[in-house]
């Protein structure tokens, strides 16, 4: 349904709006891409180009420097990054399909049990228990959070001895591995809200004619609603492809390990030391910081981390590409109800 009727267009009241509207709506696609276009500009530019102020627009002398040394950027400067780059990529691959291979099913289930099987008083304290993460700020439960991985099932800095004996009760210590990124990710409590909402609109009728016919939950689920819900899928999907690909914080806090630390870590440790090393000149960087020193002479300065950041937003790019119809449909029925 259009925002303004086809119809009404035309009256010169319509059209004023009309105009308006698509004028912000330009206004706002234009304010989006300049900050992609400068980090495109950037990351062609070499390295005293790109630390040079005032910026240039576009490099006078366009090159590819800071895209190919960028994959060399552990072997050139040891003391930024401990790994290859490619590490970090596959660090950041293996939690974000991990979240979504656990989270997509475990909250699909739970949000299908609590919308069509679980009926009664149990329905609205169930429902209030799942969403109730989501009233409280995440920097709220940031330490309980870390805690936990430390000491699950106790969000305490030392767990408690068992009553009686001065044995401590045993936990789980999941604190600087991947699996401290995708447990807790895993169990959203936003896409259970985005499928149950779907699927309070999907009748019942459909539910009892299949069960009428013989059909178990499991299959009822797998081969009506999945199908039926594909659009709602690709949203929850995208949310959490995008959300754990791009955390930083909350990697920041359980992962100390270099060799299991996602991209994001590691641009931020490269932007950190050329921020503290100043950006006006070369020679400013190569005399602030002995660690950015070989990067610089190698021609790697403000180019490469824009590369970086290209890169870090490539992927959820390229998945908009190739889910944009299911994503659009799953948007528009998200928007009417």
Not at 52 to 68: C, D, E, H, Q, R
Not at 87 to 112: D, E, H, K
Not at 170 to 198: C, D, E, M, Y
């Amino acid at each position: 349904m259009s925002l303004f009727p086809l119809v009404g267009r035309k009256q010169p009241r319509m059209r004023v709006a009309w105009s308006l509207m698509n004028i912000l709506l330009w206004l706002g696609i234009i304010l989006h891409l300049i900050p992609f276009f400068i980090m495109i500009s950037t990351s062609l530019k070499p390295a005293a180009e790109a630390m040079a102020m005032p910026p240039t627009l576009w490099p006078k002398n366009p090159t590819l420097v800071g895209w190919s040394l960028i994959w060399n950027i552990s072997d050139i400067a040891k003391s930024l990054l401990s790994q290859p780059l490619s590490r970090y990529f596959l660090n950041s691959t293996l939690m974000t399909l991990g979240t979504i291979i656990l989270s997509i099913p475990v909250t699909s289930l739970a949000a299908y049990a609590t919308s069509k099987l679980i009926k009664g008083r149990a329905t609205k304290p169930l429902f209030i228990f799942f969403i109730g993460t989501l009233m409280l700020p995440g920097i709220v439960t940031l330490i309980p959070s870390f805690l936990l991985t430390r000491n699950f099932p106790f969000p305490l800095p030392v767990p408690p001895n068992i009553p009686g004996t001065e044995i401590a009760f045993p936990t789980l210590r999941i604190w600087n591995t991947i699996w401290a990124v995708i447990l807790p990710a895993g169990f959203s409590a936003s896409n259970f809200l985005l499928f149950k909402g779907f699927f309070d609109g999907i009748p019942d009728s459909i539910i009892n004619a299949a069960r009428v016919d013989g059909g178990s939950e499991f299959n009822i689920f797998r081969r009506i609603i999945v199908p039926m819900s594909l659009p709602v899928y690709a949203v929850t999907t995208y949310f959490t492809f995008g959300g754990v690909w791009d955390s930083y914080l909350w990697p920041l806090v359980v992962i100390q390990d270099s060799a299991i630390a996602p991209l994001t870590l590691a641009i931020r440790r490269i932007s950190d030391a050329f921020s503290g090393a100043g950006t006006t000149s070369t020679m400013t960087a190569l005399g602030a910081s002995s660690a950015i020193a070989p990067l610089v002479e190698q021609g790697l300065s403000w180019n490469g981390l824009m590369v970086l950041g290209l890169l870090q937003a490539l992927p959820v790019f390229i998945f908009f590409i190739f889910a944009r119809e299911y994503l659009l449909k799953g948007v528009r029925i998200q928007g009417l109800k």
